[in-house]
């Protein structure tokens, strides 16, 4: 054997020194050198995939190195040289691949390699082989025409480095861009050019746009698709339900799909180890798993996510009975349910007998949480609700978990329920107001309604009694339908026993008690005034009688409204000060408080009266004020029925302002600026109850002006309207002294002279004697001479009629004739004639008709010179002065006509008759009767008195004016 | 307006001829079948809400695809989308086209666009991007169906689809993502041309299949009353 080895070693080495010997004479190969060699581009991968075999391996296997060396575009340019270590077996395909960072179709790629023995086992081997010839391999592109862009399409995850090459061939004024930016790519050979990006984010589903132009065309692109990173699946966790399925469920994390090769977004895979089943999951987040009939114990599930560039894996082991998930429990109800109890009944679905569960039951009422229960059920669960309250709804809440090992308890499920109702615990607090009128007591009742909790249902009507304690009679009065809080009772003045209860569908609530007695209502005491907070009233009283029930404090908590919301507050028998307080309570409102002491025999007795306010405020108003017996020194101020009590707090007196031109204050008063910079004199007033004020020491005939404010201890009311005052004059009372007396005298006298007025008028204004009742009669009668008669005034025909100048108002005398002058009621004399009065003292047109008659005889008598009209005068006929309008203007046109100097408008018509009528003073019986010629010269001439009698200046031309109209007028004689 | 004394007689005489020519109005002298008129204009209805539709739907498309692709002057080389029916023809001979080559040529080529959208929508990568595709291309068959019907009522045959030639846009070892990209991108732009062209063919046809009566308008001149 030793023999053997010697010799093989000994041959081994004559053959390499023989092979070493032939080496140097031929190139041969040496043995071991990587021989068919193969090599393969995986342009996805980027991977350069080499095989090859080494031929005549002495043994069996080898260790072995081999070196690498990779050479780009020439075999001189070499860009990676490796080794690669490993054991090599005889006849073995050795492979190898190697990672291109540039893409593999950018350039042409030589590979060569030569192998090293490292077998510790044969020493004699280590040396190196040939370095294997150059192989050059090219990337397999068809487009190899049009491709310019490498890689084509690829995928990379976010945060990954790309390179890319372009081929720029023979277009020298290629671009390319990403996206929109313009690239700069790194000349790597020739026309080859390539570019990285570093640490790549995720921009659009449908990959970023690398594209490469020429002349504004586009010649080739490829898109990077860039996927997010796969996350590894977060809270993976499976449960059953019903021992029938495993629900397993987990968190993705992001999504990785994306448009590359229509590739989805990552998948799921399910492994269960002990049974060694898989299942591809179809959704994303969750999966499910059919439980084996057998109900295999312990799982042990493998979560594998994966995509295109990576896969990821979460692990669990479990318990079944430890991932019970109950389903809410269900067929839920209640059952004899009462007042106070009730039983609940319910289900639960699915998990059959497999195991026990634990429920948990809540009973809440509209605030928390009332009861809490535990209850272990298989399949079927009762429970006894007790001390439950009256007509109240519950929220009962229920959930199960399995008892054993509580995983996830079940949802809650929620019910109602509502208790039946109870009678009402508890008595009203009822309080009374009692009005005495007309022998009667008019109560008006109270009661705050029962709390929900007392009255245990919906109260239906209050019921109330009046016993009559004298007579011992009962009277059922009235009942009530809620809602009512009071009500009102006449009773007569006897005492009565009042008793309310509160009904509801189930029984009434305990009477409450309030006495009536004959005194009540008609209790006075004094008022005392007591100071409030805003936190409210401090009252304190003293007691009236040492057997007591208790005290009542009541009050109006809306004073100024009509309807007054009594409040009332009970205080027990051994307490004499309570604080009411209340939000109703506002500043500047007047609360009165009335505190009632409670007899044993329910009887209110008026202990004291107390008024005052939370927060007193200046009064909002101010009196109203009358100024009275105003002098030429003073006046009096006065205000009455000023409503103090609606005041915004205890009025403490009142100020009187007075503004006058006076620049200093008395001294009872100090100035006050108001708030339109004016200055007052304010008077101050500290007695509230002083409703009058007198102003002194003021001038005469001067203006003041006043006003009244009132105020209280938070100030006074607001300045208003200032009411205006004059003082008298100080002479007025004097000229009243004499003014009056004067009247009086002034009034006496025309009183007198009315009452003498006859007696006046006869020694004034005589009558014109009637010659028929003259005395000469008798004495002519008593001559008996026949010469010697009377003339009738009848009998006389006018002989003249004078008209006049007249300067105004007599076109108010003709509307005053009541009778127009008609033809017929004038005698027809047979010529009228205008006759200028020139006969007469006074120069001037004075026109007369006269009368020839008695002119002739006048004239005769020589007392008289008339001239006469001539006959060419025009007659004027009566007929024309139908109406005192025609009247006017035949007058003024006969007189124009005639004499044209007198002013039209001037002249008036003056009727006079020279002689008195014969019957005696009717005037107007000389129209009437025809004048009956007569003679006329015992008779006194009458005439129309020349207006300048009237009128002291007279001019030539002016006119004689007579007041004559119809004998109204007046006549001289 | 103010009517002057002989406004009333102006406008008895407008009423009157009104009443004249009713009878020559064709909408109110219609017996019985209406003719190919309503389905053309709901044809040229339908045709001006899917270009309002495609303008929608290629901003987002062309968005998810990047740049350039939605630059508004982008143009790239048509390479793989050759066999897109083309919309642009020179104007004469669209004028000289007869109305059943129009149509025959609107029919066929939503045909092979419809088919080559429902390729798009199976490559859409979001949910939200083929719901819009699945809407348009159900739309577009509508539009289809609607000109198969003016065709049919204007008595022409439809063209047989020739068999083997089922477009298809999977993309093999020689079409790469940007040349898809650029392959759906005229798509788009030639159904965008195609639904303008069919907006005219059928406006044209539209106004061919009016009868000249039906042109009588009532010059109702204000000043008249």
Redesign the interface.
Known sequence: MAFFAVFRTAFLLAVLSWRTCQSEVLPERLPLTPESLHISINSTLQHLHLQWTVHKLPYQELQMIFQIEISRFETSKVIWMGNYSTTVKRNQVLQWSWESELPLECATHFVRMKSTVDDARFPELSFSSNWSPWEEVHAHTPEQNTDLIFPRDKLVEEGSNVTFCYNSGINQNISCYLDRELIHGEQLYLNIFTFKLNNVPFIREGGTNIYCAVNYTIKDGTVLFVSKVLEEPKDFSCETQDFKTLSCSWDPGVDTGLFFDGQPSQHYTLFESFSGKKKFCEHNNQCNWEISRDLQETYNFTLTAENYLRKRSVNTIFNLTHRVHPKAPDSIHFNNVGATNATMTWKMPALGNYSTLLCQIELHDKENMRQEHNVSIKVNGEFLFSELMPDTAYMVCIRCANAKHVWKWSKWVTRTLITAEAAPSKALDVWRKVKPEKGLHHVTLFWKPLSKFHANGKILFYNIVAKDLDKKSELKLQSIPAPANGTELTLDQGSYQIQVTANNSVGASPASEIVISGDSGNEEVEEQKINGTKDGFLISWKPLSEDRAGYVVDWCEHQRNLHCELQWKNVGPNTTSTVISSDAFRPGIRYNFRIYELSTEKIAYLVENKIGYTQELAPSDSPQVKAINVTSHSFTLSWKDYDTEAQRGFIQGYRVCLKSKATQCHLDSVAELLPDNSTCCEHAINNPKQKIFLVENLQPESFYEFFVSSFTSAGKSPIGTFTKVTTQDEHSHMLMHIILPMVLCVLLIAVMCYWKSQWVKEKCYPDIPDPYKSSILSLIKSKESPHLRIMNVKDCTPDTIEVVNKSEGTKTQFIGIEKPLTESEFPKPANLYLLPAQDFCVPGPCISFVNHTYSESACDSGSCAHTPVPDTAPPCHLELLASPDNLLNTLEKTHTDSLGEIPAGKISLNYVSQLASPMSGDKDSLLIHSPVPVLCSEYKMQMAVPSCLDSPVLSENGSLSSMTLLGQDKHYH | MDLRAGDSWGMLACLCTVLWHLPAVPALNRTGDPGPGPSIQKTYDLTRYLEHQLRSLAGTYLN??????N?PDFN??RLGAETLPRATVNLEVWRSLNDKLRLTQNYEAYSHLLCYLRGLN?????AELRHSLAHFCTSLQGLLGSIAGVMAALGYPLPQPLPGIEPTWA?G??H????Q??DDFWLLKELQTWLWRSAKDFNRLKKKMQPPAAAVTLHLEAHGF
């Open positions: 998810y695809l990047g740049p350039p692709f630059e790239p080389p199976r490559q859409a990568a979001t993309p070892p020689a790469s993502d940007f040349l990209k650029m």
